[in-house]
């Protein structure tokens, strides 16, 4: 079948499968109380004149619907692990009160911790104000020529703001995960957060619900990370001032650590299931 067709018929069922959820809320979850580990590789910090919150990953809810098979095969054969983190500004950090305190920081601490002995690398490929379409622009210099095992794309927060179209991000998606997909990376996706200035804004629900479609469609990891925000506000009663910053927008040092300790938890999962290693050997580059 001709790729153009393919690439149309694609785009066809996205645009009805979105339309049908565009409306629906997301999917909220609410804790459940679990035993974890007591060292850290790091406290928590708790944002400045609130009250310290509890940040308790729960396994059950800590995890993707699928593994991910390439950073298990490196595991598996005492490879070194490169992970790119792609998106805006809440993967550069805004917000934070220094560098070391955005979540791809965080992220390379709380793997090492989950998976000792490994020698694993998070790069932060985060951009102030990128959309969609700039990343894709640097992807093939800030993602591609890194040759990662596992890309993380934080996207549609800039895009919602800014009151763009939601449909039109159904192609960005397809086409940068389409190139992420040649260079044999696992992939995961991480969705808007969940803060007054997203949420004053009409077509967020639209923007959540479009990623969530594009994951399922593409057969990539989703980390929901608006459900967890969600979570700590609805669910847990924490006021925004504990995990959002003063601008209303960003995460601050404790909700970016928070969402690195859950995702952390998430691919360490991922990556050790029994399943995940049912592939070709992967030699070392």
């Known amino acids: ?7 149309r018929r694609w785009s066809t069922w996205l645009a009805t499968a979105v339309s ?34 509890a940040c308790v990953v729960t396994a059950d809810k800590a995890r993707f619907d699928m593994p991910l098979a390439r950073i298990a095969r490196r595991l598996a054969a005492s490879l070194p692990v490169k992970i790119v983190a792609l998106g805006s500004s809440s993967t550069f950090g805004a917000g934070a009160s220094v560098s070391a305190a955005s979540y ?4 390379a601490e709380e793997l090492k911790w989950r998976l000792p002995g490994h020698a694993i ?3 932060n490929r985060g951009v102030n104000g990128d959309e969609a379409n700039d990343m894709l622009a640097r992807l093939e210099t800030d993602v591609i ?3 990662p095992d596992l890309v993380l794309w934080q996207v549609g927060t800039n895009s919602v703001l800014r009151d763009k179209a939601v449909l039109p991000h159904a192609t960005l998606l397809h086409e940068g995960l389409l ?16 803060a007054p200035k997203v949420l004053a804004k009409a077509n967020h629900e639209s923007m959540v619900s479009l990623i969530a479609v594009a994951a399922k469609a593409e057969h990539v990891c989703l980390f929901h ?6 979570q700590w506000y609805e669910a847990d009663k924490l006021p925004f001032e504990a995990f959002v910053s003063a601008d209303g927008l960003h995460m601050n040092d404790w909700s970016y650590a928070c969402v690195a300790k859950w995702l952390g938890a998430a691919i360490a999962e991922a990556a050790t299931r029994p399943t995940a290693t049912a592939a070709a050997p992967l030699s070392a580059r």
């Open 1 to 7: 079948m001709p790729c153009d067709l393919l690439q």
């Open 20 to 53: 049908l959820l565009i409306l629906q809320p997301a999917r909220a979850e609410t804790p459940v109380a679990a035993a974890q580990p007591t060292a850290r590789p790091a406290a928590l910090t708790p944002a400045s004149g609130t009250r310290a919150p």
């Open 104 to 107: 791809p920081s965080r992220l």
């Open 121 to 123: 690398t998070v790069l």
């Open 145 to 147: 020529a890194e040759h």
């Open 179 to 194: 190139r992420l997909k040649a260079i044999g990376a696992d992939i995961v996706l991480i969705d808007p957060q969940y």
């Open 225 to 230: 990370r608006f459900d967890l925000m969600r």
